[in-house]
């Protein structure tokens, strides 16, 4: 059956390759420059592509403010997160702006003699004139054109991907398909015309025009109430002249109500105006939707790069694994910029959350970066930010916090000995999650391995590994310098099993060995010694680089989460969608279980296989 027209996207099979289109216009601006010799700051052209980047901008700029989660958790209408579904379902959210662009270029192109100068900066007989035909034509026509988008057959022909998702975002504001956007074009483009067929229009007025109404669209659309009750009180008309986000999400939700484009006059008139509006607005602002975590995975930023993955940033990069994006460089300053500043004056702060069984589900950062870590100095003052996190999740009643990567490590506070033990009276259960870890590198090993060649061997996770499969009757070459550690681990072992822990000092002693577990960051040099076919399991932070084309190379120890998360949207890292790092699976399970203990220092070997086992029980899979 073919589908309805103005359904579909002509665009829709180009992919990212549809910006090309905006390649005729560029070539304009291209041409004017080359002919007046400077920037042709009077030309349509120029101007259809500075406001084309505003216009994004401005969509940025509410993204970005809606999903600071550490500034505007509080005041979140839909306190839920944004799922893979929703973000892949408005992955081309600019399509508007496409489709507007290059409706300019066509008027531009075809009318240029009939279109007015641009030497008009400012006229305010056109802003007048532009307010009075918003009111009068264009906010009438949006209402009623919107009410039938809401009726059969037309809503589920055109309107219905719209509200796919009941957590609206300022992107959710520019998607959705041809014909709504043509409606969008119209109303913005009323004003305009009108003002500047009386004479009056000016290059102030386009921009003014266009950018305010994207960003009331987009202020709409943030999730985020951000108009105090208490001005609505002192003028309670200006409830009816501008619509707040809590107005818009109920109309979102309920789909029945609430149907006007800025001015709940409309609705009023219309008799669609939902009365819970400006009270449910009022508990909004208060912070009443607000609730404390079950459960916080304690972060921290890598580097200067990775600290650009997050949800506030852009969302095209931040919802898939991370890479070293090229679109990122530029802002490469900028986060050098932020990082000094969070070294100088931050806090641990919320970047994530999600929903599991019911349970809410947090990702906290510390505010320090991979290299700091390792700055001697530095360590007192990341351990307090731990500390604090720790002390502020007790008191907000988190169950359980899982400290990630190099906020457990030994040299640091003893994989969070030092908290426990300077706070015996915590109720939060602090967990390091390298149970869980162990036991994902041991399972990926197969099961007719005889030996293997262990690297970071007396580190906490490579004593439990090499424990465990001495206990299987796996040969171990233990790499290690240190023979007064070795015997130490040695020792811990059951006697009959001794035998199979071997001390080496240089990697030529594993080149006959094809399973490489690897703690310690390797060298090209040193990953020469495997022979081909090496397969390297990995517990290193930062993973090493795959030099080796004729062997393999598995990534960190992570987990799948259950298939019943809801609200995550975000990608752990260079995790995959819906995985992450095993030491937040092992926190996630801790909880699950509901076990009271806290999982610090040492590993325990014993229970390697008891918390493999409560994580497939639960729904985790390895990734």
């Not at 009726?151 to 022909?157: D, L, V, Y």
């Not at 822990?501 to 495997?530: D, F, M």
């Amino acid at each position: 059956m073919a589908a309805p027209p103005l359904s579909s996207w002509p665009w829709a099979s180009l992919g990212s390759y549809k910006y090309v289109l905006y390649g005729p216009v560029v070539w304009k601006v291209a041409e004017e420059w080359r002919q007046q010799g400077a920037a042709p700051v009077g030309s349509w052209w120029l101007h259809l592509l500075l406001l084309f980047a505003a216009r994004g901008l401005t969509y940025q700029f509410w993204f970005s403010y809606g999903n600071m989660l550490f500034f505007t958790r509080r005041r979140r209408v839909v306190p839920d997160s944004v799922d893979f579904r929703q973000v892949d379902a408005e992955w081309d959210w600019d399509n508007l702006l496409l489709l507007q662009t290059l409706i300019g270029a066509t008027l531009v192109g075809s009318q240029q003699q009939l279109l007015p100068s641009l030497k008009q900066a400012w006229d305010p007989r056109g802003w007048a004139i532009a307010l009075l035909l918003h009111v009068l034509v264009a906010e009438p026509l949006f209402y009623w054109a919107h009410r039938a988008l809401h009726r059969a057959p037309h809503f589920s022909r055109y309107h219905a991907a719209h509200h796919h998702a009941s957590v609206t975002t300022p992107l959710t504001a520019g998607f959705g398909t041809p014909l709504e956007s043509l409606l969008l074009t119209l109303v913005m483009g009323v004003p305009l015309a009108g003002a500047y067929m009386m004479g009056v229009g000016s290059v102030g007025l386009v921009y003014g025009h266009v950018l305010l109404f994207d960003f009331l669209r987009s202020m709409g659309y943030s999730n985020v109430e951000v108009i105090s009750p208490r001005v609505f009180q002192a003028v309670p008309l200006l409830r009816y002249l501008i619509y707040t986000p809590t107005y818009l999400s109920l109309h979102h939700r309920e789909k029945d109500s609430n149907f006007c484009l800025f001015m709940p006059l409309f609705d009023l008139l219309g008799g669609t105006l939902n009365h819970k509006s400006w009270e449910l607005q009022k508990e909004v602002y208060l912070g009443k939707n607000d609730k404390a975590p079950d459960f916080v995975f304690l972060a921290h930023v890598v580097d200067i790069m990775a600290s650009m993955h997050v949800p506030f940033v852009l969302r095209s990069c931040s919802s898939t694994p991370f890479a070293n994006h090229f679109i990122l460089l530029p802002f490469w300053p900028v986060a050098f910029g932020f990082m000094l500043l969070l070294w100088c004056c931050s806090k641990t702060f919320l970047v994530s959350s999600y929903r599991l069984r019911g349970n809410l589900h947090q990702m906290w950062t510390v505010p320090r970066y991979g290299f700091q870590y390792f700055i001697p100095a530095a360590k007192k003052g990341i351990n307090e930010q731990i500390e604090l996190a720790i002390l502020r999740a007790d008191k907000m009643g988190v169950k359980v916090l899982s400290l990630a990567a190099l906020n457990k490590n030994e040299a640091l506070n003893g994989g969070g000995t030092l908290f426990v033990n300077k706070h015996p009276e915590l109720r939060v259960r602090v967990v390091h999650g390298n149970t869980l870890t162990a036991a994902v590198i041991l399972n990926e090993i197969p099961s007719n391995v005889k030996d293997v060649f262990l690297t970071g061997a007396t580190s906490k996770l490579g004593r439990a590994i090499a424990l465990y499969l001495c206990r299987k009757k796996i040969r171990v070459l233990m790499l290690t310098l240190s023979s007064e550690r070795f015997l130490k681990i040695q020792r811990e072992a059951p006697a009959e099993f001794q035998q199979y822990l071997v001390q080496v000092t240089k990697y030529q002693s594993a080149q006959n060995c094809k399973t490489w577990l690897v703690g310690k960051w390797l060298s090209p040099r040193e990953q020469r010694w495997a022979p081909a076919g090496t397969h390297f399991h990995q517990f290193v932070v930062p993973p090493i680089i795959g030099f080796r084309r004729d062997c393999t190379y598995g990534k960190l120890a992570a987990m799948r989460l259950p298939k019943d998360v809801q609200g995550l949207g975000y990608c752990e890292y260079t995790m995959e969608r819906g995985v992450v790092h095993a030491c937040h699976a092992g926190g996630v399970v801790h909880f699950l279980e509901g076990w009271e203990h806290h999982e610090v220092g040492a590993i325990d070997v014993d229970r390697i296989d008891v918390v493999w086992k409560a994580a497939l029980k639960h729904g985790l899979t390895p990734a």
